[in-house]
């Protein structure tokens, strides 16, 4: 089965300072990767996807971006961050014949 | 496009009685999957159940089972002995079936409270 392993658990970033959110997946290869964002109270809101190496389709233009530079490892940035990118990030994995999505444990970032 | 609607934002059950989550959905897909996941206090999401839309046996894992109603486009959890270890937000999904990419839609979820 895959583990999804996500970095930093937490995060205090003043505006205007960069981000980096890593992801890396064990036990399965070539996997859909996701990256959610779940606002307090609210649901889950998909902000990108990568089906491979390289490619990565966004969901919802803002200021972030997202790289998959190995088949295992994905990451989501910022330049700049907003005090609206606040949030819990959470990121997902599905791989081999398995259908179903795992996710890590999340990132709670706070903007301030 | 998709949607997800999970009409109860708080439930509340004693513990050892029986509760039922509800969820409707919106596609005009015949071939997808449904989820219902858990997120504890922790905030980890962890996968309870999941559905195939093909099949028409409901899922059953332990004390959770759902009720999948297609033609009403409907999925409701149903949780029996709740344990107070289930107080979580509930989250209903629905994928498309896919051979590629296959993001998750959500519905904004139900927090569910076990009381003792």
């Known amino acids: 089965s895959q583990t999804i392993h996500q970095w930093p658990a937490t995060l205090v970033q003043p505006v205007g300072s960069p981000l980096s959110l890593e992801c890396t997946v064990e036990?399965?290869?070539?996997?859909?990767l996701y990256w959610y964002r779940q606002a307090a109270g609210r649901g889950l809101q998909l902000l990108f996807y990568?089906?491979?190496?390289?490619?990565i389709s966004s969901e919802v233009p803002q200021n972030l971006s997202a790289s998959r530079p190995q088949d295992r490892q994905f990451i989501l940035s910022s330049k700049k961050l907003l005090l609206s990118d606040s949030g819990f990030y959470l990121c997902?994995?599905?791989?081999?014949?398995?259908?179903?999505?795992?996710f890590g444990p999340g990132t709670r970032l706070t903007v301030t | 496009a998709q949607t997800v609607t999970q009409s109860q934002p708080e439930m509340s059950v004693q513990d050892a009685e029986t509760v039922t989550l509800s969820c409707t959905y919106d596609?005009?897909?015949?071939?997808?999957?449904l989820f219902w996941y858990k997120q504890p206090p922790s905030r980890q999401m962890i996968l309870v159940i999941r559905?195939?839309?093909?099949?028409?046996q409901n899922a059953t894992e332990n004390r959770f089972s759902v009720n999948f109603q297609k033609a009403a486009k409907s999925f409701s959890l149903k949780i029996s002995d709740s344990q107070l270890g289930d107080t979580a937000m509930y989250f209903c999904?629905?994928?498309?079936?896919?051979?590629?990419?296959?993001?998750?839609?959500f519905g904004k979820g139900t927090r569910l409270s076990v009381i003792a």
């Open positions: 036990g399965t290869s070539n996997p859909n």
């Open positions: 999904a629905f994928m498309k079936r896919n051979s590629g990419n296959t993001p998750l839609v």
């Open positions: 990568s089906v491979g190496i390289g490619q």
């Open positions: 596609t005009s897909e015949n071939n997808y999957y």
């Open positions: 559905q195939e839309a093909y099949k028409q």
């Open positions: 997902a994995g599905q791989g081999g014949f398995s259908y179903e999505q795992y």
